[in-house]
């Protein structure tokens, strides 16, 4: 299925998809848009996985946002182009372009791979101002945890067009 036939059943009910790890509606690409910069501030996503959620912003933005994601080789792009796919070695690597973000995007790190501290600790101090993590309810506050250590205002969104089991944390305000 192309990028425009999932885009078009969307609706504001969240729903899975086979290709991303959070659940997907209308109302959640609205609430992630609303929180990140527009072009030419440059967004990361962190594990982006076959870059689906990358390419929905791309496109329910009508491209307004300079979004790229960054993967590992095996994990087999769908849905970005090849330039808005940077590869790292392993799963705990880091890429450099993160000291360009202005915003990093998490969408279920993994808690044992430290990614997201990674990320904060290496980068906070470029030109990065936001950094928001989607993940399972479960997870939620270890990883508002960590974002309150690096962000003065870290907020879990209300009504974000995501499930009750999943949570969007947006932080802003870098200390």
Do not use: W
């Amino acid at each position: 299925m192309d990028v425009q036939s999932i885009l078009s059943t969307l609706s504001a009910r969240p729903s899975q998809h086979p290709d991303c790890c959070c659940s997907l509606s209308i109302d959640l690409l609205d609430c992630l848009l609303s929180h990140v910069p527009k072009s030419p501030s440059i967004i990361l996503s962190c594990g982006a996985g076959t870059g689906l959620l990358e390419r929905l912003l791309l496109e329910r933005s009508q491209r307004q946002v300079n979004i790229y994601g960054i993967e590992v080789p095996s994990c087999v792009n769908k849905y970005l182009s090849a330039e808005r796919m940077l590869r790292v070695r392993s799963t705990t690597d880091l890429h450099s372009e993160a000291l360009l973000a202005d915003a990093l995007i998490f969408c279920y790190p993994r808690p044992e791979t430290l990614l997201l501290q990674k990320y904060l600790a290496n980068f906070v101090s470029g030109t990065l101002h936001t950094a928001i993590v989607l993940t399972h309810y479960d997870d939620h506050l270890g990883a508002k945890a960590i974002l309150m250590t690096f962000f003065t205002q870290v907020d879990v969104v209300q009504h974000s067009g995501l499930p009750e089991f999943e949570k969007l944390i947006v932080a802003t305000q870098v200390r």
